[in-house]
Every structure is written in C-alpha cells, then in structure tokens.
C-alpha cells in the first residue's frame, strides 16, 4: 500500500511545489496515511483545507483502502 500512496503523492506533488510548498510521505499503518507537510505550506492557513481536500482526495481516489491521511 506504501507504493501505491507514494505514487499517488508523486502525481500532486508538483501542485504543492508550484506554491513552494511539498508534502512527505512519513508512514502507512493500518491504513492510515501520515504525511508531512514542508516548504510553504507549513503554517499556511490553508494547509488544513489542502491536506483534507487536495491530499486526502487524491490518495483515497488512487488507494481506496486508506482509512485515512492526518498530518504530523
């Protein structure tokens, strides 16, 4: 399951990385996805709505047995 996140990650990575931020893949267990945000979007106050509605999406589109994604 780890790959498939990653490759997931890869496809909205270059998203993240047009506003100087980029996102980290830390840990799949039990199917819930834990990422890092970096660059830009950390202590952005839309870091929120773009892991829920950008990162999230996108994984559980391309990996529908993820529970879930939270952010450390």
């Known amino acids: ?4 996140v990653e490759e997931a990650l890869k496809e ?3 998203l993240l990385q047009a ?3 980029d996102v980290e893949l830390v840990d799949v267990t ?3 996805v834990k990422v890092r945000l970096k660059g830009a979007c ?3 106050p839309m870091a929120t709505m773009t892991l829920q509605q950008g990162i ?5 589109e391309r ?3 993820v529970k879930d994604v ?3």
């Open 63 to 65: 990996v529908p047995e």
């Open 1 to 4: 399951m780890q790959e498939k």
């Open 70 to 72: 939270v952010a450390l």
């Open 56 to 60: 999230k999406r996108a994984i559980k």
């Open 19 to 21: 506003d100087g931020g």
């Open 30 to 32: 039990d199917g819930v």
């Open 12 to 14: 909205i990575r270059p």
């Open 42 to 44: 950390m202590g952005c």
